[in-house]
């Protein structure tokens, strides 16, 4: 759980190797952590803080295969592609962590999709909504097959599904009302249960070592939404 820091990305905040990180709780506990992002590593300052937050390894642009033709970067899709194959070969148990590309911003294009992926809205249309749901629909459709690979390739996983903000175009009056949502997949539930508690990024953390069998520190700001009975009377976030 890390507070933001104004005026400059949190990662660069000093003291960081001081924090009780997921990921330091994690290697403690035996897991090799990793990292994926499509972007480079000075972005946001990722390679700096997710370092000193304790990955094992956090792979970028550089080291990440180049992308498609007429693709400015690796799509989401043949980033888990590349992920699980190296995944497979890494010491378990593993904590991997990505941050996805294919539908973030701007919405003037979808030169962040691969080309077979593309509609004709993308022809100078400058269409934003019809350009977002092309690119959600490939998101999701990458998603399906990770969630399909990891099924078939790991026991006992759990998958963490989440958004940092919600998309800045605002075509119906929805800005300032959205809900982002958060899954959780485990080999552990039967069938699926829907949560309406209120809940933050903080509680995240908390929400993976509840589930793997790990007291999250007394000094975390994030609960477990799903099993704290605090979480039913949260006021605000």
């Not at 990305?9 to 330091?24: C, D, H, I, Q, V």
């Not at 490939?138 to 026991?155: A, G, I, M, Q, T």
């Not at 007291?215 to 939404?225: A, C, R």
Request: glycine share 8%.
């Amino acid at each position: 759980s890390l507070l933001p820091k104004r005026g400059m990305p949190s990662l660069y905040a000093k003291g960081l190797e001081k924090l009780t990180s997921l990921p330091k709780i994690l290697k403690t506990a035996g897991y090799t952590t990793v990292a994926y992002h499509a972007n480079t590593g000075g972005f946001y300052g990722r390679a700096f803080g997710y370092e000193k937050l304790g990955f094992d390894h956090y792979f970028s642009k550089k080291e990440l295969p180049e992308p498609p033709e007429d693709t400015i970067v690796l799509p989401d899709g043949l980033l888990f592609d590349y992920a699980i194959d190296q995944m497979i070969n890494l010491d378990k148990p593993v904590f991997a962590f990505f941050v996805t590309i294919s539908s973030h911003g701007p919405y003037d294009t979808q030169e962040l999709l691969p080309l077979q992926y593309r509609t004709k809205t993308d022809a100078g249309s400058g269409d934003e909504l019809n350009n977002y749901i092309t690119m959600i629909r490939y998101v999701d459709s990458s998603l399906e097959r990770f969630v399909r690979k990891v099924e078939s390739n790991f026991e006992n996983t759990i998958i963490v599904i989440y958004g940092d903000h919600p998309p800045l175009l605002d075509p119906m009056g929805l800005k300032g009302r959205e809900k982002i949502p958060l899954f959780v997949l485990s080999g552990k539930q039967s069938g699926g249960v829907v949560n309406s508690v209120r809940g933050s990024h903080y509680d995240i953390p908390a929400i993976v070592l509840s589930n793997i069998g790990i007291n999250p520190p007394s000094n975390w700001l994030g609960i477990d939404l799903l099993k704290d009975d605090r979480a039913s009377s949260r006021a605000s976030l």
